[in-house]
């Protein structure tokens, strides 16, 4: 019943840019914090950002001041722009959202950054 959509992966070069999407069924309400975690083969998950419904955010340090992750309530949808990409950055990003206090996962879109 509830969806978490991604859009936005894809392959990029080093040093470019993408911008993850991930929008939760419009019919869902009591949205929380929303975020993004990756995990590459063999890695442990790892939280990429979170933002809180009111828009504290919080980041991975290996990510700081690269990626910025932003929300649209009316939406219920949430955003990673990913700038200065490296191939360090190649995983598969889940996005999270915390709805009825239920946590919700998507499928995964995949971010692959070449040398």
């Known amino acids: 019943q509830v969806q978490l959509v991604e859009s936005g992966g894809g392959l990029v070069q080093a040093g470019g840019s993408l911008r993850l999407s991930c929008a939760a069924s419009a019919s869902v309400f009591s949205v929380n914090t929303m975020g993004w975690y990756r995990q590459a083969p063999g890695n442990q998950r790892e939280l990429v950002g979170a933002?809180?419904?009111?828009?504290?955010?919080n980041y991975a340090d290996s990510v700081e001041g690269r990626f910025t992750i932003s929300r649209d309530n009316a939406k219920n949808t949430v955003h990673l722009q990913m700038n200065r990409l490296k191939p360090e950055d190649t995983s598969v990003y889940y996005c999270y959202s915390n709805i009825h206090y239920r946590d919700y996962w998507g499928q995964g879109t995949q971010v692959t950054v070449s040398s």
């Open positions: 933002i809180t419904k009111d828009g504290t955010t």
